[in-house]
């Protein structure tokens, strides 16, 4: 059974700093690709960073610069260092992988909050 579970959200001022992670389980961490995506109330899900297996990175425009996404294979961890926030940035957080198989899962989501 696979399972994504982020932890580290929460409420912090505008110009502050959070760390997500999302711990897998079920899948060959290490093949597979990782990203992070936002929903802010009343939009749609939108890609925030990704990361391959090779370790190269992307980020959405909104968000190069401030936020820098990493993995730890050895913890099947995925990190997404927020600095800067802004109360744009304020939705539920959810992480992605992408199996070598090309299998896509999703985690339950966690809340950042960016009081203004």
């Known amino acids: 059974q696979v399972q994504l579970v982020e932890s580290g959200g929460g409420l912090v001022q505008t110009g502050g700093s959070l760390r997500l992670s999302c711990a897998a389980s079920g899948i060959r961490f290490s093949t597979a690709t990782m990203g992070w995506y936002r929903q802010a109330p009343g939009k749609q899900r939108e890609f925030v960073a990704r990361?391959?297996?090779?370790?190269?990175?992307m980020y959405a425009d909104a968000v190069k610069g401030r936020f820098t996404i990493s993995r730890d294979n050895d913890k099947n961890t995925v990190y997404l260092q927020m600095n800067t926030l802004k109360p744009e940035d304020t939705a539920v957080y959810y992480c992605?992988?992408?199996?070598?198989?090309?299998?896509?899962?999703w985690g339950q989501g966690t809340q950042v909050t960016v009081s203004s």
């Open positions: 990361i391959t297996t090779g370790g190269s990175t």
């Open positions: 992605n992988a992408i199996t070598w198989r090309g299998d896509g899962y």
